[in-house]
């Protein structure tokens, strides 16, 4: 049971930084122009999902079941 308290987390985590990047996305496709800071959110956000891409395939986590499996930041952002 305290497995799938963790494996429920991950999940959700996921799924929320999978739609902070889905918003990013749809800005740089309508060409929307970034502030700075944006830009900079941007970067952290593509840094933070690569990270926890390279930190689940170590684990042998599905990228499906965290959610992060449709994004590429390389190529999305």
């Known amino acids: 049971m305290e497995n799938n308290k ?3 987390y991950l999940a959700d985590l996921g799924y929320l930084i999978k739609e902070e990047a889905e918003e990013l996305i749809k800005k ?3 060409g929307v122009e970034l ?3 944006d830009m900079g959110y ?3 956000v593509l840094n933070l ?3 926890i891409q390279d930190q689940a395939k170590l684990f042998e986590i599905s990228l499906s079941e965290i959610h992060l499996d449709k994004i590429d ?3 999305d952002l």
């Open 6 to 8: 963790y494996q429920l």
């Open 28 to 30: 740089k496709k309508e």
């Open 35 to 37: 502030s700075d800071y």
């Open 42 to 44: 941007q970067m952290a």
């Open 49 to 51: 999902i690569s990270l």
């Open 73 to 75: 930041p390389e190529k």
